[in-house]
């Protein structure tokens, strides 16, 4: 299981990750960039520098009408943090950034969606976030679009281990 960190190169991040059971680590800047905003064109040439430099491109997503466009203009490899692009739900359904037609987007696309136990860890609404992950999860699975679950830990501290990872996946996969 690959570990993504969103920090610079660390001796002690590094066999932190290697000790709490990771393959791989990867880490911020060197094998992959994030990518934050709205504006179209600058999301276009950084995601175009990215791959020059053969670097895995993370989109963090904003708002639907930019994560429409990345997922279906673009060449980015992974979108992160689709959960918190609505801040209320519906009262009738959950909110959780996917639909079909995003979904078929990234699958035809070739476009994965993260899911950062970071993210989790930093909630304010932890059974809103996971209400949202599990919808997500559903959608991803029916559409065959492919997902990626990893720490994105920025810090020492959100670090944990890569079976405690698998445990919460197999619990959001299954639903409760």
Same mark, same amino acid.
């Given at each position: 299981?690959?570990?993504?960190?969103?920090?610079?190169?660390?001796? &002690?991040?590094?066999?932190?990750?290697?000790? %709490? /059971?990771?393959?791989?680590?990867?880490?911020? +800047? #060197?094998?992959?960039? @994030?990518?934050?905003?709205?504006?179209?064109?600058?999301?276009?040439?950084?995601?175009?520098?990215?791959?020059?430099?053969?670097?895995?491109?993370?989109?963090?997503?904003?708002?639907?009408?930019?994560?429409?466009?990345?997922? &279906?203009?673009?060449?980015?490899?992974?979108? %992160? /943090?689709?959960?918190?692009?609505?801040?209320? +739900? #519906?009262?009738?359904? @959950?909110?959780?950034?996917?639909?079909?037609?995003?979904?078929?987007?990234?699958?035809?696309?070739?476009?994965?969606?993260?899911?950062?136990?970071?993210?989790?860890?930093?909630?304010?609404?932890?059974?809103?976030?996971?209400?949202?992950?599990?919808?997500?999860?559903?959608?991803?699975?029916?559409?065959?679009?492919?997902?990626?679950? #990893?720490?994105?830990?920025?810090?020492?501290?959100?670090?944990?281990?890569?079976?405690?990872?698998?445990?919460?996946?197999?619990?959001?996969?299954?639903?409760?």
């Amino acid at each position: 299981m690959e570990n993504f960190i969103i920090a610079p190169p660390s001796k &002690e991040l590094e066999e932190k990750s290697k000790e %709490l /059971g990771f393959s791989k680590t990867v880490f911020l +800047d #060197s094998k992959f960039i @994030v990518l934050e905003g709205t504006n179209k064109k600058e999301m276009l040439s950084a995601i175009q520098r990215a791959k020059g430099k053969k670097q895995v491109a993370v989109y963090q997503a904003k708002e639907e009408e930019t994560l429409r466009f990345v997922v &279906e203009k673009t060449a980015v490899d992974i979108v %992160l /943090g689709v959960e918190q692009i609505h801040p209320k +739900d #519906s009262v009738h359904y @959950v909110r959780s950034g996917l639909d079909q037609v995003l979904c078929s987007l990234a699958a035809k696309r070739g476009v994965a969606f993260g899911f950062s136990f970071a993210q989790v860890l930093h909630s304010s609404h932890r059974p809103y976030l996971l209400a949202r992950m599990m919808a997500n999860i559903r959608l991803c699975k029916k559409y065959k679009v492919r997902m990626v679950f #990893s720490t994105f830990a920025s810090e020492l501290w959100e670090l944990r281990s890569a079976a405690d990872l698998q445990a919460l996946w197999r619990v959001l996969e299954k639903g409760l």
